[in-house]
């Protein structure tokens, strides 16, 4: 397989991401042509190379704690609609992979299909920019910092700079392993061993693409979490949305007589036993509902892409609010594979999480709880291979 991953993605047996993650956009300002817009961006990408080593533009010759950063590039759409863009646009970022804008009075579905809609509130979609820049640290003033030092170079190039930030988002991991509902998070994500084969674009596709291949496509949503009404639900219904036990975090197998769940016994006490991981072939048509089920089928091979697997990395959020309760909780999920058709046919396939915001029955009628997830954001971006004779990866779209 033809493999030549960007750093950040973290997907090699032993490798763990830092704690700290930061998504920043940058807009090609109007009138700038792809070639301006790649010489701009050659030099922050050299700027970045030097904070990965600790070294500050402005501290030259000290340095600093480069809290073991990381740095991946990917391009939107309009990254390919520039002015004397060199390369075409890829099939895998057109029309059909892109997520829904929100209505012009806000909110609105994600994606035709899905239970996913963009909160009442969100009027524009502030993730689907030309670039866009995945920070992953130990710390929360490296990724904090790479942003600044973006601003900074940009700045110095003054009023004819050819790019501009439009904003960011960030996050964290959680050391117990849950998410802001207080259930095991990410339990049944790829092994190790599988990850490559999900995330690698593979040849065979239109040959004007044939230079992605060995590259990944990024997939972001920016998610809040509606914890009042999750705490309204009762445990043991929580418990049958989700598809496992609460504090074990085993899968279920069935239901008792009482229709609660009932876990895998051989998870028992063991979080590495692959019982524990995987959740269990299930005919019961409450369990098929559950979150677990409907988000993993293990439908073939993980490569194939009709397995629909992505491989998932989750960065918790927590943000303040004027009004009550003074805080929007949510989590940044990024997902990466080989084409974001397996994400979208997820999202929208009834069998799989069409039509449900997070598990139980499809629509809003009972058994359903159509408030949980709320989208704030989201966008596709190609993350280009490393080609060791670009000044940066993806150089070749800008023509430079």
């Excluded at 049944?188 to 291949?213: P, Y």
Aim: some cysteine.
């Amino acid at each position: 397989m033809d493999e030549r991953f960007q750093e950040g993605l973290f997907h090699r047996s032993g490798q763990r991401p830092g704690a700290f993650f930061t998504l920043l956009f940058l807009r090609a300002s109007p009138g700038s042509t792809a070639r301006q817009v790649g010489s701009a961006f050659a030099g922050l990408w050299s700027r970045y190379q030097g904070l990965k080593q600790g070294r500050v533009q402005d501290l030259e010759p000290a340095e600093v704690p480069s809290g073991n950063l990381s740095v991946l590039v990917g391009f939107g759409p309009k990254a390919f609609a520039l002015p004397e863009a060199a390369r075409p646009l890829p099939e895998q970022l057109g029309a059909r992979y892109r997520f829904r804008s929100p209505l012009p009075t806000g909110g609105g579905p994600l994606l035709r299909g899905s239970g996913l809609a963009y909160d009442a509130d969100v009027l524009v979609n502030r993730a689907t920019e030309e670039i866009a820049l995945q920070f992953i640290a130990d710390t929360q003033l490296a990724v904090s910092r790479a942003v600044v030092e973006t601003w900074k170079y940009l700045d110095d190039l003054g009023e004819s700079t050819p790019l501009f930030m439009t904003g960011f988002f960030q996050g964290s991991n959680r050391d117990d392993g849950r998410s802001w509902i207080d259930f095991h998070d990410g339990v049944s994500n790829l092994r190790s061993d599988q990850r490559a084969g999900v995330m690698a674009i593979k040849s065979g596709g239109l040959a004007e693409d044939a230079w992605t291949v060995g590259g990944t496509y990024l997939a972001f949503l920016r998610v809040g979490v509606d914890l009042a009404a999750w705490r309204r639900v009762s445990r043991e219904r929580q418990e049958l949305l989700v598809g496992r036990a609460k504090l074990e975090g085993c899968p279920f197998a069935s239901r008792d007589a009482d229709g609660r769940g009932v876990t895998v016994t051989e998870c028992a006490g063991d979080p590495s036993h692959p019982a524990h991981i995987e959740p269990p072939t299930v005919s019961d048509p409450v369990l098929l509902q559950s979150h677990v089920q409907r988000a993993n089928h293990h439908v073939g091979a993980p490569e194939d892409r009709n397995s629909l697997r992505v491989y998932r990395q989750g960065y918790e959020f927590l943000e303040p609010l004027e009004a009550a309760p003074g805080f929007r909780a949510g989590l940044n999920f990024v997902s990466f594979q080989d084409t974001p058709e397996r994400l979208f046919r997820m999202l929208t396939t009834e069998t799989w999480l069409g039509r449900t915001n997070f598990g139980g029955e499809p629509g809003s009628g009972p058994g359903t709880l159509a408030s949980l997830l709320g989208i704030r954001a989201g966008g596709v971006y190609l993350v280009p291979p490393v080609e060791p004779a670009e000044s940066f990866p993806g150089a070749s779209i800008f023509g430079v």
